[in-house]
């Protein structure tokens, strides 16, 4: 009898909650990037954290870019998910927290980030750190 070989299962569709979660993260990556954030990087939580699906941490040059750069996502956060992100932080701006649900985003003066060290601290011992989030949006 011959054997019959067998046709490999295709590959399952991303859940609909992922595929938020991604439309989010690459919104949240392009806004970042056309503000001319500095040293943008995504760490993927997914499997490793129940508290999102990605953290992006981020440096503006002043606290008036850190506070610019905070409303304007708000904004488009808004405007993709209908719903406001809770914002911590921006009285003073020397580190926001942007909790969009999926994605978190932590927006720093360069001297605050370099003092909290967050990529260090979200590391999870098994490999990079975090990808880069111009490599991690697909922009080459």
Known sequence: MP???ATPAPAPDPA???EAAEALHRLILASL???QA???VSIPLAGKSSIA???VVASGRSSRQV????????E???ALTGHSPRIEGMPTADWVLIDANDVIVHLFRPEVRTFYNLERMWAFGDGPVAV???EAAGFA
Request: negative net charge; glycine residues 6%.
């Open 3 to 5: 054997a019959i070989a």
């Open 16 to 18: 609909p909650g992922q």
């Open 33 to 35: 990037d056309d503000d």
């Open 38 to 40: 500095i040293e943008t």
């Open 53 to 55: 699906d990605y953290m």
């Open 67 to 74: 506070g610019s750069m905070a409303m304007k996502l708000a």
């Open 76 to 78: 488009k956060i808004k």
């Open 132 to 134: 880069p989030a111009r």
